[in-house]
């Protein structure tokens, strides 16, 4: 089953802060977010299991309530070099191992 | 250290006609995965693996074939292409060793993808 990614899209400014939603209807084992740039492959940033925050690099973060089949990315003070498609992928807890991607959110930072 | 490397890089097909994308790495990782992406959109899982002679399917196999005879190895098979199976195709593969609560973490490394276009 395919998470849902809210919103499709976003635009900042340098140096705002942006929210990218993630949830699914199954009962997840992990939620792993990607970014990935125009033209190139996706790249890892983090993976959280079961719930809880999860610090990444720069000023990323995420946190997974699990309960709710529920993710979240948060982008702080968000830099020029944040722009891309951003992917959450989950595995089910019924069939982890196939890791299913959502359709992704497009962001924009610009000066 | 190559990492996860796909050959070729693109290609054009005749409907019809048939294929192999080739995938390998060299990390000895155990998972291997083939996504598609449509332009503008999400990657679709086609087929996966989570080790040397075991495959699974995903989201979207049909008109594809998989085989893992190695651990390095996992080449996707079109047969029969269709203009439908305009893509890009990610290979990516993970170290998942343990089961239950050692499970390690399966973080994905891609490849650089293979541009196909079917006319």
């Known amino acids: 089953q395919q998470p849902v990614q809210s919103p499709q899209a976003v635009i900042l400014r340098e140096g705002e802060d942006a929210v990218i939603n993630c949830s699914s209807s199954k009962a997840l084992y992990s939620v792993h977010w990607y970014r990935q740039k125009h033209g190139e492959a996706p790249v890892f940033l983090m993976i959280?299991?079961?719930?809880?925050e999860q610090k990444g690099h720069d000023k990323i973060s995420a946190s997974f309530n699990e309960k709710k089949q529920q993710s979240s990315l948060y982008l702080t003070a968000s830099q020029l070099s944040y722009s891309g498609t951003y992917f959450c992928?989950?595995?089910?807890?019924?069939?982890?191992?196939?890791?299913?991607f959502g359709p992704g959110t497009s962001l924009s930072v610009i000066p | 250290n190559a990492g996860v490397t796909q050959t070729p890089k693109f290609r054009i097909l005749k409907i019809g006609q048939s294929m192999t994308l080739q995938c390998t790495q060299d990390?000895?990782?155990?998972?291997m995965y083939w996504y598609r992406q449509d332009p503008g959109m999400g990657l679709k899982l086609i087929y996966y693996s989570v080790g040397a002679g075991i495959t699974d399917k995903g989201e979207v196999p049909n008109g594809y074939n998989v085989s893992r005879s190695t651990t390095e190895d996992f080449p996707l098979r079109l047969e029969l292409a269709a203009p439908s199976q305009t893509s890009v195709y990610f290979c990516?593969?993970?170290?998942?060793?343990?089961?239950?609560?050692?499970?390690?973490?399966?973080?994905?490394?891609f490849g650089a993808g293979t541009r196909l276009s079917v006319l």
């Open positions: 990516a593969s993970s170290y998942v060793p343990g089961q239950g609560a050692l499970r390690a973490k399966n973080i994905q490394y």
């Open positions: 990390m000895n990782h155990n998972y």
């Open positions: 959280l299991l079961k719930g809880g």
């Open positions: 992928g989950t595995e089910e807890k019924t069939s982890y191992d196939k890791v299913i």
